[in-house]
């Protein structure tokens, strides 16, 4: 078996730190492990029976002396494991005197009767310094067979265990090694295996069952296929109390199980899976956050607020993103001793983390100000504390004031650093460090400053050249782009409006004395950037500033994001910052053009990135307006350099190259006639360099043009246009901004029109969505469900299809199938807007037990939908009926979760939920927006 490791683990064994307490009175060289290096212990050994004693004997060959001779006592102290129980000193009788120990005779361990009520067990012999021995004794022949192990990836022993982990299985990827090295069954990094402060752990080395043998204990069998199955003893409790806690050191959540788990756990773990209430397995990995001291389970794990350990080893979420808003029923251990599930007697609930932030202020003695609260979070207690072994705590379940103020215990150590944690009913434990005011008593608020207070605060307070217009650029942003940013202040009047609303300034850190901040929505500490105030109430940006020369950067225009894109390449040395200011260019006629925050000022890719208008588009993709008044003078200057203000400092980046902001030419028209190749180009101008026209329709885009020339105002297709579609004409020159215009082909013959229609062209159903391909297997669904009204686009003629639907996704699409029937009423959500465009379908949904919430007072309107959930609804919908179908067909039937057989039975029945081409029903997978608008045209026939 080409595939199976030898029989020595690839790790080295460590004495248990209790046990190094316990014979602490040792000389300080009696625990040398031969210079740290793995070595192997003999390779064979006999088993026999003292008639004398009553007593079984290891006999070991002496092919390796240092080893033998590390298995007396006191120079080492073996560690015996039979069945998964370890024997002390103790419990075992050795032969010989000292000096065969130090010239490596044969090696004699007796072992008492009581280990053997099996005729096969398995011994496991473990020496520090030394790779494990592991044995099967045989009590009926007296043999000792070397057991064979295999390296098993944590996906693959998963799947063996008999989970179906979508998403790879990478919880907690490193571990320092002296931690992980606690764990006989780690499997390292084989390049790796012993880098100091941490290393990757690839999986698990756990026994595998070979041609003829036979193994006790937990181990796996090699299918056909090369995969493996899991081979362990089951154990079931019920009623077991656990804890969970959130935003520990160790991970975003912690479980404890107590000692109700019966006793110390087992020392050895390959792996652990929780199993929420909806049916969902959650594998982790074993590693630094998976251990067992204390008599109790523990383990943590991150959801990705947390990117890494106390030790630096980082920490991966993916897998484990959506358990947020879940119930933990049970947990299930594998081990050494086998395959152990907890049910707990009350579920764990996974509180979501808040998107939002919070500060804490020391305002008095004994008084702490709290800033950035969610106003959903219902009652909350705030503990603050310094943390580690020897806590300093100032207050312990304290209550918040109306005024969002916490009176402390006792006054706080000066030079102390303090965590104040505001445990609460709806969200993970928030969390933040409490901030004093400086010796001049001055802290930094943070406050709403408008954009033109903002761009005039630079150059000491004397702002940027020539800015005689309102800095207006980009004037609006989707309300989730911009909380992206962190540092945008909404407009008071609208701060919520879906769909975007206006961003009037930057919410930014301004010095003030402590008596002065009334009106301020947080605190930081030592800022890169921030303001103070002037005598006449203006603003002096102070900060961190850093150049970057010879910088490459591109510009592009006509964008679908504004008339111009700027692009700096990676050499702004990394990654963007995550929160920008605000950004301003400098062009070589020393005029300074400053940009707003918003939609259009982004960092992806390690490339800072940004765009604008000078008054030829109007709205940006989202549909939020686009100002220009400010930029139309750019237009044919070149920009020399641009400056960043971020959260880490004012970036100024020198181009190497200037970047010219060619100037638009106007209007003009493109026609055809019905049947011909031949595009008339109307009103260009006739000074234009080297031309290029492309002519494209749909997406993924079909050309009938692509870098042709300009012929006498003509231009040649490749084919003829469709009647009736929409295409796009682009014309590109070395000397102007490329500019778009709409052809449409008509059936009475051709049609001219304008390059920028106020009002888009009403497609034909097959082209609604520009994301839709006519030819896709979902192209008449969505446009059946779009024209009956049952679901809308996301904006800009798109549908995306390939999104995930959710939670008010589907409240809103069973309410439109209903008839969006008036609606009186509430609901008990806390986390379902008055205003939100989808309240009225979610008040009507669960009025009419259509859904019901997460929880008694949540209803995740953004939590993903999976296909058995959204066939649960229509269910409910439809009134239940009870409906017995054959599922067998399907090869995942079994998949279903128990609360869902009768509601998929019945969607099967009524052909409205079908298989893929894999006879697989994907219950647990998330519903498409594609296929939820196939599904109810299906039911609505």
């Known amino acids: 078996m080409t595939n199976v490791k030898n029989n020595m683990l690839k790790r080295g064994s460590c004495v248990l730190l209790m046990l190094a307490m316990l014979l602490s009175f040792l000389p300080v060289d009696a625990f040398a492990t031969n210079g740290g290096a793995l070595s192997a212990p003999p390779s064979s050994a006999t088993f026999t029976y003292d ?232 594998a982790l990995r074993q590693g630094e956050n998976l251990w067992t001291p204390r008599n109790i389970y523990e383990f943590a794990w991150s959801t990705g607020v947390t990117t890494e350990e106390p030790h630096g080893s980082a920490l991966h979420s993916n897998h484990y993103k959506s358990m947020e808003g879940k119930t933990i029923s049970s947990i299930t251990y594998i081990t050494t001793t086998g395959k152990e599930t907890y049910n707990l007697k009350e579920g764990l609930y996974v509180a979501p983390h808040y998107t939002g932030s919070i500060s804490a202020l020391l305002t008095d003695t004994n008084k702490v100000k709290l800033y950035g609260l969610p106003s959903d979070m219902g009652s909350a207690t705030v503990t603050v504390t310094t943390g580690g072994r020897n806590a300093d705590v100032l ?44 010796a001049d008593g001055d802290i930094y608020g943070i406050t ?48 919520t409006v879906e769909g975007g609303t206006d961003v009037t300034g930057v919410l930014i850190p301004v010095k003030m004395k402590l008596a002065d901040a009334a009106n301020i929505s947080g605190v930081v500490a030592n800022p890169a950037v921030y ?65 707003r925050q918003g939609e259009n000022m982004w960092n992806m890719n390690n490339i800072y990135e940004f765009a604008w208008s000078t008054g030829v588009t109007t709205t940006e993709p989202h549909g939020c307006t686009l100002n220009s008044d400010h930029y139309k003078s750019m237009e044919g200057k070149t920009i020399s350099s641009i400056i960043y203000i971020t959260t880490s400092g004012i970036e100024t980046y020198n181009l190497a190259n200037g970047l010219t902001v060619a100037p638009h030419f106007g209007e003009y028209t493109a026609s055809v006639v019905k049947g011909t190749t031949t595009m008339t180009l109307s009103g260009l101008p006739s000074d234009l360099e080297n031309t290029k026209v492309t002519v494209s329709t749909g997406r993924p885009a079909t050309y009938l043009a692509q870098n042709a020339s300009i012929v006498n105002g003509k231009v040649t297709l490749t084919s003829a246009p469709d009647a009736d579609k929409t295409y796009t004409v682009v014309v590109e020159s070395d000397n102007y901004a490329a500019r778009k215009t709409t052809l449409v082909l008509k059936n009475s013959g051709s049609v001219v029109t304008p390059s920028n229609p106020s009002t888009p062209v009403d497609p034909t159903p097959a082209s609604r969505f520009t994301d839709v391909p006519a030819d896709a297997w979902y192209a008449d669904a969505v446009n059946t469900a779009a024209e009956k009204g049952l679901m809308a686009g996301v904006g800009n003629n798109k549908f995306d ?63 993903s939908v999976t296909r058995q959930d959204f066939a649960c609804m229509l269910y409910r919908y439809a009134g239940s009926p009870k409906t017995v179908t054959d599922l067998s067909k399907f090869t995942d039937a079994n998949a279903i979760s128990a609360y869902a057989q009768d509601a998929v039975q019945w969607a099967v029945s009524k052909g409205i939920i079908s298989g893929n081409d894999l006879s697989q029903l994907n219950p647990k997978g998330y519903l498409t927006r594609a296929e939820a608008a196939s599904i109810i045209v299906r039911y609505v026939g």
């Not at 032969?95 to 044969?106: A, I, L, P």
């Not at 605060?457 to 992206?484: E, H, Y």
């Not at 050499?571 to 053009?593: E, H, I, P, R, W």
Request: hydrophobic share 35%; charged share 15%.
């Open 51 to 282: 008639e004398s004693s009553s007593c079984y004997q290891l006999v070991f060959s002496e092919q390796n002396s240092a080893y033998t001779n590390a298995l007396g006592f006191p120079s080492n102290n073996p560690e015996i494991i039979v069945n998964g129980v370890t024997y002390s000193e103790n419990s075992l009788f050795f032969t010989g005197d000292s000096s065969n120990y130090k010239v490596g005779y044969n090696r004699n361990i007796q072992l008492g009767t009581a280990a053997f009520t099996q005729d096969v067990v398995e011994c496991v012999i473990r020496v520090n310094g030394y790779d494990d021995l592991t044995l099967q004794l045989n009590r009926t022949s007296y043999a000792a067979t070397v057991v064979e192990k295999v390296d098993l990836a944590f996906d693959a022993f998963y799947k063996a265990v008999g989970l179906n982990n979508d998403v790879a299985v990478d919880t907690v990827t490193s571990a320092t090694t002296q931690k992980s090295q606690g764990y006989a069954n780690t499997y390292f990094d084989a390049e790796n295996p012993t880098i100091s402060g941490g290393t990757d752990v690839l999986g698990v080395t756990i026994p595998v069952e070979t041609e003829g043998t036979t193994l006790a204990g937990t181990h796996v069998k090699q299918n056909a296929d090369g995969s493996y199955t899991l081979v362990a003893e089951t154990k079931t409790t019920n009623d077991v109390e656990a804890t969970i806690s959130s935003n520990t050191a160790w991970g975003d959540y912690q479980i404890n199980l107590s000692d109700s788990t019966n006793g110390k756990a087992p020392a050895d773990v390959y792996g652990v899976y929780l199993t929420t209430s909806d049916g969902t397995q959650y």
């Open 395 to 438: 207050a312990t379940n304290a209550q918040i004031a109306d005024d969002n103020t916490v009176t402390l215990e006792k006054e706080l150590t000066e030079g102390k650093t303090y965590t104040v944690q505001v445990n609460n009913e709806t969200y993970a434990t928030l969390s933040a460090t409490l901030i004093t005011p400086d």
């Open 448 to 495: 709403a400053v408008p954009f033109n207070d903002f761009y005039a605060s630079i150059n000491n307070g004397d702002g940027l050249a020539q800015n005689d217009t309102n800095v207006d650029v980009v004037t609006s942003a989707t309300t989730s782009k911009v909380r992206r940013f962190g540092n945008v202040a909404l407009e008071t009047e609208t701060p």
């Open 531 to 595: 303001l103070t105030k002037n005598a006449d109430g203006g603003y002096v940006m102070n900060g961190n500033v850093t150049t970057t020369d010879n910088v490459e950067a591109t510009i592009t225009s006509n964008t679908a994001w504004g008339d111009y894109m700027v692009a700096l390449s990676d050499k702004t040395n990394g990654k963007a910052s995550a929160n920008v200011y605000g950004v301003y260019l400098t062009t070589t006629d020393g005029m300074q053009y400053a940009l």
């Open 801 to 863: 299809p390939n999104g995930i639907v959710e939670r008010c996704q589907v409240a809103q699409i069973i309410w439109n199938m209903a008839g969006s029937p008036a609606v009186t009423g509430t609901t008990p959500f806390v986390d379902v807007a008055s205003n939100a465009w989808y309240t009225q379908a979610v008040v009507w949904a669960y009025q009419n037990q259509v859904v019901a919430g997460t929880s008694a007072t949540t209803f995740a309107p953004a939590q």
